[in-house]
């Protein structure tokens, strides 16, 4: 059935909706006061993306493309998609939206510019489901790039923090970085599309549709391997892929709703949902080599961050990352095992993060610290927390038969699969995911350890949480729970549509637990016992992780990014001072020379012609320009401001003969009176002041002589190859206003209809410049009479 | 005739530009109004230009019509002429006075001076 175009418009419109009315209404909530005024924006957001989840749930099981027009001569429209994959992705960030509104309406209750976050929020929600929905490449990057804009803001709440700032400021760098790559992918997709289908087109959906074509088209341009590359940095940055994973544990100094939103199912998961989106354009070697391995590393990398990792949100923040990166080893496998492994983790990893981000937020809020050492035995305390954090920490460690199990045992038969087939080195692909996995499994009985034994001295928890604090954590514990019991129901529902949707071949996700010994039911037996093994001497774990990372301190992303940075900024410290010193000259040099050379480089690049120029030349105009031309050379060497005036005096009157004798008697008159004018202020201002005229140093003329000849050569190559030909008629839009002036303007003088009719508007912004102009005149000599004195 | 004009721009950019680098504010300025008369012929230029004729006005009762089809000069760069003449005459008015002020507060002409620095 096709999809209903007006509604996935209202779902993503929404909430940009809501972002520009929340803070008017916290503003109203704010003369109310009370709870409405602590916490009533939150739900009102909360209430917008309960709609939005509504609207999007309407769509499930539908497929087709919905379209508006934009710009229709780049073939750029607003195309929205609506398929398995987008529906799971706009299911997960509009359905856990709702979680996390009602939850972070308790927990931001009397913080500060409440109107800016929600409003934020919410518009980092709507981008998101853009995203999710998009089927044009041009819109892709525009909610794309949204999402980066909305997170710096977000990540950056607390803006009189250094850290805070820092942190938004990095994770703003990498993710638009990231952006400008995509950027540069969508240009080259647009030209293989052109090459394909004959015609160019930024459409995503007719690209998805003819792979083969597209593939050919780009390969034949040789597109093929920068695309597919500059894509999947673009998709490493977004989602956190080392080596640009630096950002994610950063940006946990953002408040916990925030961290649990972005790593759970929006931010992060953009660039891994756009990867899922492209992989039927790119599957094939090069991208498991390259998607893959970028995974599969990923995923070892942070999981043993993550066991090293002191802080709870930091430890959730890495392991976000080791998740990101076996979503994205999933969809770098081409068999459909590795599509189906993507697809399902995507929507078991979104319930079970953020879930365990809220049970983060939860414990540092009742705690006071998040510190994993002072943390322990909190079942005494929280024990409906302590429940939540089992069911959900046991699905993130991928322990049979939680949901994480089931995707991770997907992901091991997808490996084990590319391993058996293509053999060599391709067996490091099962073997790094089981390495991975041990380590996944002793960071996340480190973090279930919270709960567990006995409570550090010195740790008191100061009161039970609010419900409305433990209810979003619990709704999405009971969603892992009816996951682990009946996984059908979620896969049936939308997952397996989603992995169709990435995948080349058929797809039929099996989610059971195993009845028989198999190569991958034997890895997660290794990588379930070698974790538990491994937790019971987790500190000796930790220092030999520490150890090694301490060694590679000066290659740890972050240490270069800082030198990176450190670099730009005394780069632009020193450049600074050179192009902006306060002299005029300076600047009038800068602007010049840049702005001629820059013309003339565009002449020569696009190899433009001089047209032929028609040899009659009328000797009056010849005689009045020549006259022009000496009197702004005598101008430029006149000795005394007078005669500099009157000289200049000189130059306008001829250009004003030259208006005469081109046709332009309406100019002439103004010009004669302008000039006239000009000349009076003129000689009333330098009456007032000293006659100083400047040594001119003889090398210094030269040099200037030199800047000026180049951009009066400049100008003049510029007028010969813009003139047109003299037989060229009149231009559509001058023709319009001829025909048109009588008829419509009531007038025979053509330039004066325009003036005062068709561009009426113009003139009055005109006439408005010349009032300003005349107050500041007026104002700049009348308060220095009043003693405004510096 | 395009030559012409080409080389009457280029030339009054010239000057302009050489104006422009001075340390004496008031030439300064002149640059700025001989960089804008150029600009304005630059204009011109751009609506095709032929030798004037009293046909060529675009002014249409005067050609004894009152409906189209007439050939006239461009009146769309002239109308653009029109503006700018008046614009960078409040341009100069302003920039003029600004000049006063700040000799006013400095008590020099040498934009040179005003950053403290030598040439």
Same mark, same amino acid.
């Given at each position: 059935?096709?999809?209903?175009?007006g509604?996935?418009?209202?779902?993503?419109?929404?909430?940009?909706?809501?972002?520009?009315l929340?803070?008017?209404?916290?503003?109203?909530?704010?003369?109310?006061?009370?709870?409405?005024?602590?916490?009533?924006?939150?739900?009102?957001?909360a209430?917008?993306?309960?709609?939005?989840?509504?609207?999007?749930?309407?769509?499930?099981?539908e497929?087709?493309v919905?379209?508006?027009?934009?710009?229709?001569?780049?073939?750029?429209?607003?195309?929205?998609?609506?398929?398995?994959l987008?529906?799971?992705?706009?299911?997960?960030?509009?359905?856990?939206?709702?979680?996390?509104?009602?939850?972070?309406?308790?927990?931001?209750?009397?913080?500060?510019?409440?109107?800016?976050?929600?409003?934020?929020?919410?518009?980092?929600?709507?981008?998101?489901?853009g995203?999710?929905?998009?089927?044009?490449?041009?819109?892709?990057?525009?909610?794309?790039?949204?999402?980066?804009v909305?997170?710096?803001?977000?990540?950056?709440?607390?803006?009189?923090?250094?850290?805070?700032?820092?942190?938004?400021?990095?994770?703003?760098?990498?993710?638009?970085?990231?952006?400008l790559?995509?950027?540069?992918?969508?240009?080259?997709?647009?030209?293989?599309?052109?090459?394909?289908?004959?015609?160019?087109?930024?459409?995503?959906?007719a690209?998805?549709?003819?792979?083969?074509a597209?593939?050919?088209?780009?390969?034949?341009?040789?597109?093929?391997?920068?695309?597919?590359?500059?894509?999947?940095?673009?998709?490493?940055?977004?989602?956190?892929?080392?080596?640009?994973?630096?950002?994610?544990p950063?940006?946990?100094v953002?408040?916990?709703?925030?961290?649990?939103?972005?790593?759970?199912? /929006?931010?992060?998961?953009?660039?891994?949902?756009?990867?899922?989106?492209t992989?039927?354009?790119?599957?094939?070697?090069?991208w498991?080599?390259?998607?893959?391995?970028?995974?599969?590393?990923?995923?070892?990398?942070?999981?043993?961050?993550?066991?090293?990792?002191?802080?709870?949100?930091?430890?959730?923040?890495?392991?976000?990352?080791?998740?990101?990166?076996?979503?994205?080893?999933?969809?770098?496998?081409?068999?459909?095992?590795?599509?189906?492994?993507?697809?399902?983790h995507?929507?078991?990893h979104?319930l079970?993060?953020?879930?365990?981000?809220?049970?983060?937020?939860?414990?540092?809020?009742?705690?006071?610290?998040?510190?994993?050492?002072?943390?322990?035995?909190?079942?005494?305390?929280?024990?409906?927390?302590?429940?939540?954090?089992?069911v959900?920490?046991?699905?993130?460690?991928?322990?049979?038969?939680?949901g994480?199990?089931y995707?991770?045992?997907?992901?091991?038969?997808?490996?084990?699969?590319?391993?058996?087939?293509?053999?060599?080195?391709t067996?490091?692909?099962?073997?790094?995911?089981?390495?991975?996995?041990?380590?996944?499994?002793?960071?996340?009985?480190?973090?279930?350890?919270?709960?567990v034994?006995?409570?550090?001295?010195g740790?008191t928890?100061?009161h039970?949480?609010?419900?409305?604090?433990?209810?979003?954590?619990?709704?999405?514990?009971?969603?892992?729970?009816?996951?682990?019991?009946?996984?059908?129901?979620?896969?049936?529902?939308?997952?397996?549509?989603?992995?169709?949707?990435?995948?080349v071949?058929?797809?039929?996700?099996?989610?059971?637990?195993?009845?028989?010994v198999?190569?991958?039911?034997?890895?997660s037996?290794v990588?379930?016992?070698?974790?538990?093994?491994?937790?019971?001497?987790?500190?000796?774990?930790?220092?030999?992780?520490?150890?090694?990372h301490?060694?590679?301190?000066?290659?740890?992303?972050?240490a270069?990014?800082?030198?990176?940075?450190?670099?730009?900024?005394?780069a632009?410290a020193?450049?600074?001072?050179?192009?902006?010193?306060?002299?005029?000259r300076?600047?009038v040099?800068?602007?010049l020379i840049?702005?001629?050379?820059?013309?003339?480089?565009?002449?020569?690049?696009?190899t433009?012609?001089?047209?032929?120029?028609?040899?009659?030349?009328?000797? /009056?105009?010849?005689?009045v320009?020549?006259?022009?031309?000496?009197?702004?050379?005598?101008?430029?060497r006149?000795?005394?401001?007078?005669?500099?005036?009157?000289?200049?005096?000189?130059?306008?009157?001829?250009v004003?003969?030259?208006?005469?004798?081109?046709?332009?008697?309406?100019?002439a008159?103004?010009?004669l009176?302008?000039?006239?004018?000009?000349?009076?202020?003129?000689?009333?201002?330098?009456?007032?002041m000293?006659?100083f005229?400047?040594?001119?140093?003889?090398r210094i003329a030269?040099?200037?002589?030199?800047v000026?000849?180049?951009?009066?050569?400049?100008?003049?190559?510029?007028?010969?190859?813009?003139?047109p030909?003299?037989?060229?008629?009149?231009?559509?839009?001058?023709?319009?206003?001829?025909d048109?002036?009588?008829?419509e303007?009531?007038?025979?003088?053509?330039?004066?209809?325009?003036?005062?009719?068709f561009?009426?508007?113009?003139?009055?912004?005109?006439?408005?410049?010349?009032?300003?102009?005349?107050?500041?005149?007026?104002?700049?000599?009348?308060?220095?009479?009043?003693?405004?004195?510096? | 005739?395009?030559?012409?004009?080409?080389?009457t721009?280029?030339?009054?950019?010239?000057?302009?530009?050489?104006?422009?680098?001075?340390?004496?504010?008031?030439r300064v300025?002149?640059g700025?109004?001989?960089?804008?008369?150029?600009?304005?012929?630059?204009?011109i230029a751009?609506?095709?230009?032929?030798?004037?004729?009293?046909?060529?006005?675009?002014?249409?009762?005067?050609?004894?019509?009152?409906?189209?089809?007439?050939?006239?000069?461009?009146?769309?760069?002239?109308?653009?002429?029109l503006?700018?003449i008046?614009?960078?005459?409040?341009?100069?008015?302003?920039?003029?006075?600004?000049?006063?002020?700040?000799?006013?507060?400095?008590?020099?002409?040498?934009?040179?001076?005003?950053?403290?620095?030598?040439?």
């Amino acid at each position: 059935m096709a999809p209903q175009g007006g509604v996935v418009v209202a779902a993503i419109a929404l909430p940009f909706l809501g972002a520009a009315l929340v803070p008017l209404l916290y503003r109203l909530f704010g003369r109310v006061g009370g709870r409405l005024d602590e916490e009533g924006v939150g739900y009102v957001g909360a209430g917008v993306a309960l709609t939005s989840f509504a609207l999007v749930v309407s769509q499930v099981g539908e497929a087709g493309v919905v379209s508006f027009s934009w710009i229709p001569s780049l073939d750029v429209a607003l195309r929205l998609q609506v398929d398995g994959l987008a529906v799971l992705f706009a299911l997960l960030a509009s359905g856990i939206g709702v979680c996390i509104f009602t939850y972070a309406a308790r927990y931001m209750h009397g913080k500060d510019n409440l109107g800016r976050f929600f409003g934020t929020l919410l518009a980092f929600m709507g981008s998101i489901l853009g995203v999710a929905f998009a089927a044009d490449l041009v819109v892709l990057f525009v909610f794309w790039e949204l999402t980066s804009v909305c997170s710096f803001v977000l990540i950056g709440y607390y803006t009189d923090d250094d850290e805070s700032r820092y942190s938004a400021r990095m994770a703003m760098l990498v993710t638009v970085g990231g952006g400008l790559c995509l950027l540069v992918a969508v240009a080259m997709l647009a030209i293989g599309a052109e090459a394909a289908f004959g015609a160019r087109t930024f459409d995503l959906a007719a690209m998805l549709a003819e792979p083969e074509a597209m593939r050919a088209a780009l390969e034949t341009k040789g597109l093929f391997l920068p695309a597919m590359g500059l894509l999947v940095v673009a998709a490493a940055a977004k989602s956190a892929q080392v080596p640009l994973h630096f950002w994610l544990p950063r940006a946990m100094v953002a408040p916990t709703p925030v961290s649990a939103f972005l790593h759970s199912a /929006t931010m992060v998961k953009v660039g891994v949902y756009v990867l899922g989106r492209t992989r039927p354009l790119f599957v094939g070697e090069e991208w498991t080599l390259l998607v893959a391995t970028l995974g599969l590393v990923t995923m070892a990398v942070g999981a043993l961050l993550a066991v090293l990792a002191t802080d709870i949100k930091e430890l959730l923040a890495y392991s976000t990352a080791s998740h990101l990166g076996l979503m994205v080893a999933g969809f770098g496998l081409g068999s459909h095992y590795g599509a189906e492994a993507g697809a399902f983790h995507l929507f078991n990893h979104a319930l079970f993060k953020a879930a365990l981000f809220l049970v983060a937020g939860i414990v540092a809020h009742e705690v006071g610290t998040r510190d994993i050492d002072e943390l322990g035995g909190l079942w005494r305390d929280l024990p409906v927390t302590a429940l939540i954090t089992g069911v959900t920490a046991l699905s993130m460690a991928g322990i049979p038969p939680f949901g994480g199990f089931y995707s991770k045992e997907i992901l091991f038969e997808a490996t084990w699969e590319a391993a058996a087939h293509d053999g060599g080195a391709t067996w490091l692909f099962p073997a790094l995911a089981v390495f991975a996995s041990i380590f996944t499994v002793v960071y996340s009985l480190r973090f279930l350890w919270l709960f567990v034994g006995d409570r550090p001295e010195g740790t008191t928890v100061a009161h039970r949480p609010s419900p409305l604090l433990v209810a979003p954590a619990a709704l999405l514990a009971v969603l892992v729970a009816v996951t682990s019991v009946v996984p059908d129901l979620a896969i049936d529902a939308v997952v397996n549509d989603a992995a169709a949707a990435t995948a080349v071949h058929d797809v039929e996700i099996h989610a059971a637990l195993p009845t028989h010994v198999t190569p991958p039911v034997a890895m997660s037996a290794v990588a379930v016992g070698g974790g538990v093994a491994a937790f019971r001497v987790v500190e000796d774990v930790r220092t030999a992780i520490g150890r090694v990372h301490a060694g590679l301190h000066a290659v740890h992303p972050e240490a270069v990014y800082d030198r990176l940075l450190s670099v730009t900024e005394t780069a632009s410290a020193s450049l600074g001072p050179l192009v902006h010193n306060g002299l005029v000259r300076t600047y009038v040099s800068w602007a010049l020379i840049a702005s001629s050379a820059l013309a003339l480089a565009g002449y020569a690049s696009a190899t433009v012609a001089i047209p032929s120029l028609s040899t009659e030349v009328p000797v /009056t105009i010849v005689l009045v320009l020549g006259v022009a031309v000496l009197a702004a050379i005598a101008t430029t060497r006149a000795e005394a401001h007078v005669t500099g005036v009157l000289t200049l005096g000189i130059l306008g009157f001829m250009v004003a003969i030259f208006y005469i004798l081109a046709s332009g008697p309406d100019l002439a008159l103004t010009q004669l009176i302008v000039e006239t004018l000009v000349l009076l202020i003129f000689l009333l201002v330098i009456e007032q002041m000293p006659a100083f005229y400047g040594e001119l140093d003889r090398r210094i003329a030269a040099r200037d002589a030199v800047v000026s000849l180049f951009v009066g050569a400049t100008a003049t190559v510029t007028v010969l190859v813009a003139a047109p030909s003299a037989d060229r008629p009149l231009s559509d839009t001058a023709r319009y206003y001829v025909d048109s002036a009588v008829p419509e303007g009531g007038g025979a003088n053509v330039v004066n209809v325009i003036l005062t009719d068709f561009r009426a508007l113009d003139t009055l912004g005109e006439s408005i410049v010349i009032a300003v102009a005349a107050l500041s005149v007026l104002v700049l000599l009348a308060m220095r009479g009043r003693g405004e004195v510096r | 005739m395009t030559l012409a004009i080409a080389l009457t721009v280029g030339a009054l950019f010239t000057m302009g530009t050489f104006l422009l680098l001075r340390d004496d504010l008031v030439r300064v300025v002149w640059g700025v109004a001989i960089i804008s008369q150029a600009a304005n012929v630059y204009l011109i230029a751009m609506g095709g230009i032929e030798e004037g004729t009293f046909d060529l006005v675009p002014i249409l009762a005067g050609h004894g019509h009152d409906a189209g089809g007439v050939e006239t000069a461009d009146p769309l760069v002239q109308a653009l002429v029109l503006t700018a003449i008046v614009i960078s005459f409040g341009m100069t008015a302003f920039a003029l006075v600004l000049s006063y002020r700040a000799y006013e507060e400095n008590g020099t002409m040498n934009v040179t001076e005003w950053a403290g620095g030598d040439q």
